[in-house]
């Protein structure tokens, strides 16, 4: 087996790449918000989104919530 050096910014590259590929859904919401990923093909997983915490993200499938107050 050969090894292959590569250069660090060619992984990055990669990532990067395989993040743009991943399409994931985001939500703005107007108020502060606590529920449950709407997703039902991966476990519960509670989300709160709140003034001090103006994002949160589904661990299971990476749906994003946003609060955003100029909606």
Not at 20 to 48: A, L, R
Request: aromatic fraction near 16%.
């Amino acid at each position: 087996m050969t090894f292959v050096w590569r250069h660090p910014s060619y992984y990055a590259n990669l990532r990067k790449i395989r993040m743009q590929q991943i399409k994931k859904e985001t939500v703005y919401i107007k108020q502060p918000w606590t529920g449950y990923c709407d997703n039902d093909e991966h476990p519960m997983f509670t989300i709160s989104v709140t003034e001090e915490k103006p994002s949160a993200v589904c661990y299971y499938c990476s749906k994003t919530w946003k609060l955003k107050k100029d909606v």
